[in-house]
């Protein structure tokens, strides 16, 4: 098989002419001979002055590309898509698939024997994920590190849970508009990832669960000079990869998978992270069971105090002794005999694991922040295939809860009257937002946790029943169903509830339900009419998402994307 240079020839008819091209274009950069006889290593550069979560993969391209010269390979860094989540119209979730897109095609395109994937905003690493999946070329994952925590007032701050809190402490009318113009100095204070076990973090723990970055690698705060060494081991790790052989489906196995859906639940993680892992999984043809990921949540404890299940941030996880202590702490319920990007299995990163006297971020099973684990999985005649629930950021007292729904058509409508004085709405209503999944949004975005009406949050209420076919901010908290699938603008169950409706939450039993006998709602469905067309539908990248995203309870990858391309686009 053709390495480095020779690899993937741009097509001329004559494969002798193409690489005597390819040569010569390269040498306009100053190369020799020698260096482009060295294996390749190629280098995702995913910054952009709109990503400041990826701020740092400047100085970490450099180090990559020192740790690859050392061990005897050519780096070549390319740059490709980069999302952050505040600059993403529609959503991040609306572009994912578009970096999936790019980052696998290019890196197939390219002559390179190993790739090294640089992200870490939310969507990116899952998106380099996907892309690196389908090609299946040597990879291996360097995360761009949590940023360090803010101050205010004496207060510990972290982007982005308290950007939610004191937001709404400002709708409550408890803080000014002055304080929220300082606040947007002091919540991001530094490059790097959201720093609290958001969606983020979350796939970061579960990249390193999986096996596809180096020990410790998803912790390292961005701004220390460790992240910087992690990035030179990462570049000296590819060269090995490339030289052995280890592919990305050697690694992400189904075991591996397991094991890093164990880890989501024992983290206490974003709900995001089983959407992200079961659209990786989804490109490898293995199939994420949900019945299974449910009993993992009642084995698997929350071991980790991280905001906003918990107290702590991601610096804190990290200097209590990171991914190889947690690992550690929950070895039993592993299969450590899975294989790294290391060259090693597991068991090997998990023989790393320091022991901190006195922390408490890190708990033992004696410990643990919460017996059963952070994420359940309903059902119900409102999910028949599926909804989330994120247990450890719910009010215990509503997770058995009935209710009369108040429903919102779209986010637009949702805007429109949720703070309206005379809006009819009562704490222990059920509020319900529908065509926000994957299509009726479109891109599923992060509208989930619903705001509480103004008036009530006024009246002191913290948290109430929601539920959507949308996602959330793997930092938000409340007693809130998401991922609801189908969701309503495919003809879901969600798009007949209406306004006076009871529905009721069973977290026990698992269920979410709508309290409407079997000949009324089959009434409903036949008056049902989908929702009208996007502006734009007709052409473009809007189509193709239109087309071939799948529901939630497939990844939203697009259905010809998936292992064998089989088409059930939702
Ligand atoms: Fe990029 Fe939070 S916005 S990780």
Redesign the pocket.
């Known amino acids: 098989m053709a390495t480095g240079l020779r690899k993937g020839l741009a097509t001329y008819g004559d494969a002798g002419f193409s690489l005597f091209l390819r040569r010569a274009f390269l040498k306009a950069m100053g190369y020799t001979d020698a260096a482009l006889d060295r294996p390749i290593i190629g280098i995702t550069d995913t910054f952009s002055d709109f990503?400041?979560?990826?701020g740092n993969v400047p100085d970490l391209i450099v180090a990559v590309k020192r740790g690859v010269l050392l061990a005897g390979g050519m780096p070549m860094a390319f740059p490709t898509v980069s999302i952050?989540?505040?600059f993403s119209h529609p959503t991040s979730m609306f572009l994912r698939n578009l970096m999936a897109l790019d980052t696998e095609e290019m890196v197939r395109a390219q002559p390179m024997d190993a790739v090294v994937l640089i992200g870490?905003?939310?969507k990116?690493l899952p998106a380099q994920l996907m892309g690196a999946a389908s090609v299946n070329l040597p990879a291996i994952v360097l995360p761009t590190g949590?940023?360090l925590v803010g101050h205010h007032k004496g207060e510990v701050l972290g982007?982005?849970t308290d950007c939610r809190r004191l937001w709404a402490e400002y709708r409550a009318g408890r803080i000014d508009e002055a304080e929220t113009d300082l606040l947007t100095d002091r919540l991001?204070p530094t490059k790097?990832?959201?720093m609290v076990m958001?969606?983020?973090?979350t796939i970061a723990c579960m990249v390193e669960a999986i096996g596809m970055c180096l020990p410790g690698a998803a912790s390292i705060p961005a701004t220390h000079a460790d992240r910087i060494r992690a990035a030179e081991a990462s570049g000296a790790a590819a060269v090995a990869l490339a030289k052995s052989g280890r592919k990305p489906s050697d690694i992400m196995t189904k075991a591996a998978f397991r094991n890093a859906l164990t880890v989501l639940q024992a983290i206490g993680g974003s709900t995001n992270g089983l959407i992200h892992f079961t659209a990786i999984a989804g490109r490898l043809g293995i199939d994420i069971d949900m019945a299974e990921f449910d009993r993992l949540g009642l084995e698997v404890p929350v071991l980790v105090d991280l905001k906003p299940s918990g107290d702590h941030y991601m610096e804190h996880f990290h200097w209590a002794g990171a991914m190889p202590k947690l690992l550690k702490e929950i070895a039993d319920l592993l299969d450590t005999s899975a294989l790294t990007v290391t060259g090693g299995t597991l068991a090997d990163n998990i023989a790393l694991a320091e022991d901190v006297p006195g922390q408490t971020v890190i708990r033992t099973r004696a410990t643990a922040i919460a017996e059963g684990g952070g994420l359940a999985v309903l059902g119900g005649n409102l999910a028949p295939d599926g909804a989330l629930l994120k247990r450890s950021a719910a009010t215990p007292a509503l997770m058995q809860h009935e209710g009369r729904a108040v429903v919102f058509d779209g986010l637009e409508d949702m805007a429109a009257r949720l703070d309206d004085p005379e809006l009819d709405v009562t704490a222990d209503d059920v509020l319900v937002l529908r065509n926000a999944g994957p299509k009726g949004a479109p891109g599923m975005p992060e509208a989930g946790y619903i705001p509480i009406p103004r008036k009530l949050a006024r009246a002191g209420v913290k948290d109430m029943v929601r539920i959507s076919d949308a996602r959330m901010?793997g930092?938000a908290f409340g007693t809130i169903v998401l991922h609801i699938a189908p969701e309503a603008a495919v003809g879901g169950p969600l798009g007949l509830v209406k306004t006076g409706d009871r529905i009721r939450l069973d977290a026990a039993a698992r269920r979410i339900d709508l309290l409407v006998d079997g000949a009324e709602l089959a009434a409903r469905r036949t008056a049902w009419t989908p929702p009208p067309a996007h502006p734009g539908a007709e052409r473009g990248y809007l189509r193709l998402y239109l087309d071939q995203v799948t529901q939630a309870d497939q990844g939203c990858d697009f259905a010809f994307c998936r292992a064998g391309g089989a088409s059930t686009a939702g």
């Open positions: 990503n400041p979560c990826h952050h989540e505040s870490g905003c939310d990116t949590p940023m982007a982005c991001a790097g990832t959201c958001g969606t983020a973090s901010s930092t």
